[in-house]
């Protein structure tokens, strides 16, 4: 039988290639192993991979590229033993000879070519190149047959497009399997770059590679069709945002490559579920009009064609692939996205996928179907703690449906709200309920009349007395016409109260909150409320309450995901105020830090100036006098602007004299001695909340010689305290703010 004698050699690997090590370890971790199977999609660098790993390792690599033409197993296995004998002259002769005579039982010459392998004893991989080509059962049968008979110095290594009809499972069972998947072979952000940068010299950063391994999911093929592509381009940087699957590069490769082998019916279903994002086979049955989905994604799964199997029954279509396809369906029926998206739009909306239906209406520009989602499920959305989601969702809404559904409009300003830093947003959403209450008063409901109160109240705008006033009003609505609202008005006209300094009230509102019968079902009211409980217990001197509200409010913003927002914030705020009242004020210190971030926004507020006040006070008793003047300094110039800040303006007077009073104590003294370097350590770790024994462990010094270091510091800087001492030694600028916040952060 005449052989083509390339199939017998391992393809040559490129002097430019990237280095691939993980790749090549994957390769290793095989070698106890009867089979190594690499299975992806075209352009995954299966071939490359294995081919790379064949040149480094020490021993013998037998390599056959496959071909359709072996769906015979004579054939088969008379191409693996001639790449066998050319290992050592004669080792595959007598399978030769078997292989060559009718009716052999092909199991006889596939154990006739073991046995010789044992015998021949070095190191031997059998490299099936392409397995993807061989469909016949017998042929597969023979292959099956040699992976349980193989003797231990022999493995077999197979690249394929799709998974081969062998007992993989059983193989897996058993140890006797080693994957290599696209997810391997996908090209990491360092590989892209060498490819890119360092071999293909295209001037682009990072950052620019990020967003191609991005849109690529790091499929090779199409990093190295970008190289292409931009080293045409003068501006290569500007460039990648364009990359996509509609690229002409991308768009032949895909076009001969993946789709050209499939039948018309495949490929259809290929382009038009691509349309979809994320699927199941109900819902593919259902828009695409069709009742074997499931056996075509089976098929394609198998063959790795660009389809991912998600978790619980859902598929995706690889991104970029997912681009070129809708690029070629729009191109040959322009209508049938448009018509895909609202049949899927609507198979979402009647199963309660709200969430895709609502992604699927902004998609398709169908605002009204939108809005009326919203309207009825952006209650339920709120309380689950999706906030960004509506956000995104209602700031895409047109002015007009807001205005014909003022229920998004102060839904929209609470969620802004509990995000944080959306003050201006905020006000622009209830200036649309101030127009209505003009121009169309019939549209104000009491929901909105109410949840308009309770922003006043909430967010203290206009004073902290109109707040209170807001907030009771939102409440007496709430109670008769507005129970959906009950939770969040007496929350927020308990939190009104508490800056008005009126605490016992305030806890009585907050109580209320909790009370009420849906408070657990309110779940961002019901935190706020456990929020001012907290704050409220402190000021009526009691710790433990305080402490159990705290960490009840932290409790059910984490639980709804939102520690990353306003209401997280609020939380940390409240953890914050019970570790400085039991006087653990490092902590405090680092929980009222990170609130500060959600509370500062474009304007002053009464919340943030508030915190800024919280956390200069602590500063201060802890001896870090000049970040403690700062956060004061910022809250006196946001209480000029504010106006009425309820018992603000008595704190911040109240801290300037304490401030005072420690950089009086701070600067009143001078240096008895210089601090050794050994006490100058010890001095640095001394702004942290570091015990005296962890001090000693970052210093590798025991306890003991911590305290005496300790006792030293104290008598040479002339204080009583580890506060003092701090604020003394800043003062003396033996250690800076810098440096103690550095020190701060690193314990």
């Not at 060559?100 to 004893?121: H, K, M, Q």
């Not at 849109?215 to 996509?244: C, K, M, S």
């Not at 909790?514 to 009526?540: K, Y």
């Not at 009425?644 to 008895?672: C, F, I, P």
């Amino acid at each position: 039988m005449p052989l083509a004698e390339a199939r017998l050699a391992a393809p040559r690997v490129r002097i430019d290639a990237v280095a691939r090590p993980r790749i090549l370890e994957a390769l290793r971790a095989g070698e106890d192993a009867a089979l190594t199977l690499v299975a992806a999609p075209p352009g995954y660098g299966k071939t490359t991979a294995v081919s790379a790993w064949s040149m480094a390792k020490d021993g013998v690599v037998v390599w056959v590229t496959l071909d359709t033409g072996d769906n015979d197993p004579v054939r088969l296995w008379t191409y693996i033993a001639t790449g066998v004998d050319r290992v050592r002259n004669g080792l595959g002769r007598r399978t030769l000879q078997r292989l060559s005579v009718a009716g052999t039982p092909i199991e006889a010459a596939v154990d006739e070519l073991l046995n010789a392998l044992a015998i021949f004893g070095e190191q031997t991989v059998i490299v099936l190149d392409d397995l993807h080509a061989i469909t016949d059962a017998e042929s597969l049968a023979s292959i099956e047959y040699a992976l349980t008979h193989l003797p231990p110095s022999t493995r077999l290594i197979a690249t394929t497009r799709s998974d081969p009809d062998l007992a993989l499972a059983a193989l897996r069972a058993r140890g006797a399997l080693v994957e290599v998947r696209a997810a391997d072979l996908a090209f990491t952000a360092s590989e892209a770059h060498e490819l890119l940068v360092d071999r293909g010299h295209i001037e682009i950063g990072m950052e620019e590679i990020e967003t191609l391994c991005r849109r690529t999911e790091g499929w090779p093929a199409a990093l190295v069709l970008a190289g292409i592509w931009l080293r045409t381009l003068d501006d290569p940087r500007a460039a990648v945002a364009e990359f996509g699957g509609d690229n002409r590069f991308v768009a032949d490769y895909l076009s001969q490559v993946a789709l050209g082998a499939l039948d018309d019916d495949v490929r259809s279903f290929l382009l038009r579920a691509s349309v979809l994002g994320r699927f199941t086979t109900e819902l593919c049955d259902d828009v695409l009009g069709r009742s074997d989905s499931a056996s075509v994604l089976a098929e394609l799964e198998q063959s790795n064609l660009f389809v991912l199997r998600l978790e619980r029954g859902w598929f995706r279509i690889h991104s970029l692939f997912a681009e070129y396809a809708r690029s070629q369906l729009t191109s040959k029926d322009p209508g049938s996205e448009a018509e895909i998206n609202w049949r899927a739009l609507r198979w979402y909306r009647a199963r309660g996928l709200v969430v895709e239906a609502l992604d699927l209406a902004f998609a398709a520009a169908e605002y009204e179907v939108a809005a009326e989602l919203l309207v009825e499920h952006v209650r339920p959305l709120f309380r689950g703690g999706r906030l960004h989601s509506l956000h995104r969702y209602l700031r895409a809404l047109p002015d007009h449906l807001v205005y014909e559904h003022l229920e998004l409009a102060v839904d929209g300003a609470v969620v802004t709200t509990l995000i944080g830093r959306g003050t201006l947003e905020r006000r622009r959403d209830l200036r649309v309920v101030d127009r209505a209450r003009t121009d169309a008063p019939q549209r104000v409901t009491p929901y909105v009349d109410a949840m308009t109160a309770m922003l006043h109240a909430l967010t203290l705008e206009g004073g902290v007395q109109q707040a209170v006033r807001e907030g009771r009003r939102a409440l007496s609505v709430a109670r008769s016409d507005a129970d959906e609202v009950a939770v969040s008005s007496a929350a927020a006209y308990g939190h009104a109260l508490y800056f008005a300094g009126e605490f016992d009230e305030s806890w009585a509102a907050a109580i209320e909150a909790i009370e009420h019968p849906d408070a657990e079902r309110r779940a961002p009211a019901h935190a706020l409320a456990r929020v001012i409980l907290a704050l409220a217990a402190i000021e009526r001197g009691q710790p433990e309450a305080a402490r159990l509200h705290a960490e009840k409010a932290r409790s059910i913003v984490g639980d709804i995901g939102t520690s990353r927002s306003w209401l997280g914030a609020q939380a940390a705020a409240a953890i914050a105020s019970v570790n400085a009242a039991e006087g653990d004020l490092a902590r405090a210190e680092q929980d009222f830090a990170y609130a500060e971030r959600f509370f500062c926004d474009e304007v002053a507020t009464v919340q943030h100036t508030w915190l800024l006040l919280m956390l200069a006070r602590v500063r201060c008793r802890r001896g870090r006098l000049d970040l403690a003047e700062s956060a004061l300094r910022s809250a006196l110039g946001a209480l000029r602007e504010l106006g009425d800040s309820g018992n603000l303006t008595a704190l911040a007077a109240e801290l300037e004299s304490e401030l005072g009073a420690a950089k009086a104590r701070a600067d009143g003294g001078e240096l008895m001695a210089p601090p050794s370097d050994a006490e100058l350590a010890v001095l640095r770790l001394l702004v942290t909340d570091l015990s005296v024994r962890e001090i000693g462990a970052e210093l590798f010094l025991s306890p003991n010689t911590v305290r005496s270091h300790t006792r030293a510091l104290y008598r040479k800087l002339g204080v009583r305290s580890r506060e003092d001492a701090v604020a003394r030694a800043t003062a003396l600028g033996l250690i800076t703010d810098a440096e103690s916040a550095e020190a701060d952060s690193a314990a």
